[in-house]
């Protein structure tokens, strides 16, 4: 694996589980915001409520997963661009295909593995 893959890759991965955490903490607010009420009215115990949030985190994150991808691949590659790095590479001889090909490849992966997840869980 060439060393700017690794780096695009590794630059990747903080952005997205920040953004990952932010779409869902902005869904299960939303979806808390909508139920309190009827679980306020109806004196539900503290295990149903644990089991609603595993079962509505379910397609919470199966939703939040390409959200995620495409806020961090935007931070990434404007961080990127503000640092100068996409002229640097340019300068080095990398096009834009071979400076985005590892996040091709990566969203190829991550498109398979939420369709999977969707899928066979959901």
Not at 85 to 111: C, D, N, R, W
Request: aromatic share 14%; charged share 10%; proline share 4%.
């Amino acid at each position: 694996m060439y060393i700017i893959w690794r780096y695009i890759l590794r630059s990747f991965f903080g952005p997205f589980v920040f953004a990952m955490a932010v779409i869902i903490f902005l869904f299960m607010t939303n979806y808390f915001i909508k139920e309190i009420p009827q679980l306020l009215s109806k004196d539900v115990s503290v295990p149903v409520i644990v089991e609603l949030i595993t079962v509505n985190m379910a397609w919470i994150v199966a939703l939040a997963i390409p959200m995620s991808v495409l806020v961090a691949t935007l931070m990434l590659f404007g961080r990127m661009s503000a640092d100068n790095e996409i002229t640097a590479m340019k300068a080095s001889g990398y096009g834009m295909h071979q400076v985005m090909l590892p996040m091709l490849v990566l969203a190829m992966f991550i498109t398979y593995g939420d369709y999977r997840f969707t899928d066979d869980i959901l």
